[in-house]
């Protein structure tokens, strides 16, 4: 599998939790998921050729959520100013695309590229859902759905990990951007609905935290 890493290692992520953390201290907790914002625009930066290494989400003067990414690294991003955006302005699909060699049955090797999208709540930063294949080729309607021919009945404003799901092992932490602890923060926010789930998630060390992590949650729940 390409770019597979620990989810403690992945690049940039004690620095971005840090500032998500913040946002959701300011926006007071329980309230971050549902506050009524304006969304946030789409700064691609560290480019590499046509790629970049970062998509940083920016509401007003805040900068609410960085995506990271890298050639080796779940992908570089794509789209800049062609960015497909929901009509209502909340959603975005990133493209990201991750290349790496894969070795050939006769000792050679060759490039190996997978296309994958990003489906953006452009409120929080939470990424939605990550897909890649026949998923990509889908379009946003007028009704801010997107429409595509694996997932007819997708709804985007329910995200596929929540953390009830990471407490009841039924999702599992990944290296990509919408299996993370900072997703989850971002897609699920602390509260008082999930409070309990928060803390059997630091008991169970689901996510294999670091001191500092394990801190950043703690001041969230407490």
Same mark, same amino acid.
């Given at each position: ?8 290692? !992945? &690049? ?9 953390? *913040? ?30 290494? &970062? ?11 960085t995506l990271y990414g890298g050639v080796d690294a779940g992908g570089l991003f794509y789209g800049g100013d062609s960015t497909p955006i929901s009509d209502d302005g909340r959603f975005a699909a990133i493209d990201q695309i991750?290349?790496? !060699? ?15 999208? +990003?489906?953006?709540?452009?409120? +929080? ?9 026949? !998923? *990509? ?10 429409? +595509? ?8 404003? &329910? ?23 900072? +997703? ?19 008991d169970l060390n689901v996510f294999h935290m670091s001191q500092k992590q394990r801190q950043i949650i703690e001041a969230l729940i407490n």
């Amino acid at each position: 599998m390409l770019g597979v890493r620990k989810v403690e290692e !992945f &690049k940039g992520m004690h620095v971005s939790l840090a500032v998500l953390a *913040c946002t959701l201290l300011i926006s007071n907790g329980s309230n971050a998921g549902n506050r009524d914002e304006i969304p946030a625009t789409l700064e691609y930066r560290s480019p590499v050729g046509l790629g970049s290494e &970062k998509v940083v989400m920016i509401s007003g003067k805040q900068v609410i959520r960085t995506l990271y990414g890298g050639v080796d690294a779940g992908g570089l991003f794509y789209g800049g100013d062609s960015t497909p955006i929901s009509d209502d302005g909340r959603f975005a699909a990133i493209d990201q695309i991750e290349a790496g !060699f894969v070795e050939l049955p006769d000792g050679s090797s060759k490039l190996h590229e997978v296309a994958y999208c +990003n489906l953006v709540d452009l409120h +929080n930063g939470c990424v939605v859902v990550r897909e890649t294949g026949q !998923f *990509c080729a889908g379009r946003f309607t007028k009704e801010g759905k997107w429409n +595509n021919p694996l997932y007819p009945d997708l709804d985007l404003t &329910k995200p596929t990990a929540t953390t009830i799901k990471y407490a009841d092992r039924v999702v599992w932490p990944a290296d990509s951007p919408d299996a993370s602890l900072e +997703n989850l923060l971002a897609c699920d926010p602390p509260g008082t609905a999930n409070k309990v789930a928060y803390k059997k998630i630091l008991d169970l060390n689901v996510f294999h935290m670091s001191q500092k992590q394990r801190q950043i949650i703690e001041a969230l729940i407490n």
